[in-house]
């Protein structure tokens, strides 16, 4: 009972992190209608911003912490001024480029980090007495993803940004004729995106490590999500977050580690087939 209990709770904690990752991914698709697969690079960015700061300039993991979210937000903004943006209008091109751009950055990672796993250190040390023991370090990174997603959705619903980038994502021209200035609204989505990913690529770090490749499986998980949940549909990516989460600890806890990766590629297929719009629709369609 206890073992189920802490399978339980490691899962409920990484699906927050996946969420983190998911909702980034889906608002660039609902609101840009593209699909950026340099995510992963941006939580690699994230990751090791926090690794150099605090090793090499032995700044305190909290303000690295920030400093990584703000780089992270940093180079997916310039990713799209400097790119994206002049050919957002080819889907395509738009996921080439960012395909170059990820694979640019495992490189330059490779090259002056090397291809050894890095250790992030711990935002808390110590373990909570539940189930056999917890790392506050994981609880901790649940809670701040839970806050972060909880502003997101306040800011999204309840502020003047975000209702202008819910009517970009609902229609270009409907959003000009009231004064929206849609390539602004889509550099919101790529810098908050980007944020949401350099801290989850923090946490992931902390509570693993961090890699050159590290971004990789994220961003599978995130195609998995964003299409079970939904594409364009933050609501789902949250709910697919979860789904996916407590299928992949389960099915390396209780069936084979080698098989990480797999539930959620076997769902994929299974919702494309069977339900294509996932199970929310395009709530955020371009």
């Known amino acids: 009972m206890a073992e189920l209990l802490t399978t339980v709770l490691n899962a409920a904690m990484l699906s927050a992190l996946y969420a983190l990752v998911a909702i980034g991914f889906t608002l660039i698709f609902g609101v840009g209608g593209v699909l950026n697969l340099s995510h992963g690079a941006t939580l690699t960015v994230g990751a090791f911003t926090a690794f150099f ?8 993991i909290w303000v690295a912490t920030l400093v990584a979210m703000l780089v992270a937000a940093g180079f997916a ?3 799209y001024l400097g790119m994206v943006r002049f050919v957002e209008d080819d889907p395509i091109t738009v996921m080439i480029l960012t395909l170059v751009t990820s694979i640019v950055v495992e490189e330059l990672v490779k090259i002056f980090v090397g291809t050894q796993p890095r250790a992030i250190p711990s935002l808390l040390d110590g373990q909570l007495a539940i189930a056999g023991g917890i790392q506050t370090n994981r609880l901790l990174a649940f809670a701040l993803s839970w806050a972060i997603i909880g502003l997101l959705f306040a800011g999204v619903n309840y502020t003047r940004t975000g209702k202008a980038i819910l009517a970009t994502s ?16 889509y550099l919101y989505t790529w ?3 980007g944020a949401l990913a350099g801290l989850a690529g923090v946490f992931l770090g902390s509570i693993q490590t961090a890699s050159w490749a590290m971004g990789r499986a994220p961003l599978v998980l995130s195609f998995s999500i964003v299409v079970l949940g939904g594409i364009g549909s933050i609501r789902g990516s949250l709910i697919g977050a ?18 990480s990766g797999l ?4 769902v994929l297929v299974a ?6 719009e996932g199970l929310f629709g395009r709530e955020l369609a371009h």
């Open 53 to 60: 700061v605090t090793g090499a300039l032995d700044v305190n």
């Open 77 to 79: 903004g310039v990713l």
């Open 170 to 185: 609902m229609s270009t021209k409907g959003a000009a004729l009231v004064g929206v200035e849609s390539e602004r609204m």
């Open 191 to 193: 810098v908050i995106a």
């Open 242 to 259: 979860y789904v996916i989460g407590f299928l992949e600890v389960f099915t390396v806890s209780y069936i084979d580690s080698s098989l």
């Open 263 to 266: 539930a959620s590629l076997v």
């Open 271 to 276: 919702i494309l087939l069977v339900k294509p």
